[in-house]
């Protein structure tokens, strides 16, 4: 059910957008432009919501596919970024205001993706509230999940908890690798005692 929630809404809000090209943006550096290469190695723009992993795994806001003329009209306003004004914890979701001029003005991004666009202030604000808590929600979850799991396995808290936040695979964690371990020939091997 929450699927199909998202999925309405990211195709509610794909219908107020322009048909122009559309770019790939980073919310933080709007003169940044992100494009994938095809078999052939030409340039292709990747498709409207796709999503980029952040460097925890998960889906930060921070790249974003917008209408080349909103970008245009952003810059010519004199900004830089993305005017942001809201974000929940952790970025997963956050809520941005393209502009006056900009056809769906209110954008709201959840993990990497347009999830809303809309010029009415009142309703983009309840849907970004029930939006980051949902993410939120489900974020909380999981790590107690992947905690519970890990806890399970026999792990300390310690181990645990750096498993349920995707510091380290639950079989990494129960089966630590030794090969990163520098070896000699001879018989000193105080570089294995090294902690770290």
């Known amino acids: 059910m929450h699927t199909q929630n998202v999925n309405v809404a990211a195709s509610e ?13 980073s919310a933080n550096d709007l003169r940044t432009r992100w494009h994938t290469t095809n078999a052939d190695g030409k340039t292709v723009t990747p498709s ?5 992993p952040a460097r925890n795994g998960s889906y930060g806001v921070d790249a974003l596919l917008l209408d080349e003329t909103d ?17 929940s914890g952790g970025g997963m979701t956050a809520l941005y205001d393209l502009g006056e001029k900009a056809a769906g003005r209110y954008l709201i991004a959840s993990r990497g993706q347009i999830f809303y666009r809309t010029d009415s202030w009142q309703e983009v604000r309840r849907k970004y509230i029930r939006r980051a808590s949902e993410v939120r929600s489900e974020e909380v979850q999981k790590f107690l999940d992947n905690f519970d799991a890990a806890m399970a396995a026999g792990l300390d808290l310690y181990k645990a908890s750096d498993v349920a936040r995707g510091i380290i695979s639950l079989e990494n964690a129960l089966n630590p690798a ?19």
């Open 13 to 25: 809000s794909s219908k107020t957008w322009g048909n122009g090209p559309k770019i790939c943006v």
């Open 71 to 87: 970008v245009i009209a952003l810059m010519a306003a004199g900004h830089t970024a993305l005017p942001c004004l809201a974000s």
């Open 178 to 196: 030794t090969e990163n371990q520098a070896t000699t020939d001879t018989a000193d091997t105080t570089l294995n005692e090294i902690p770290f």
């Open 48 to 52: 409207e919501g796709k999503h980029y």
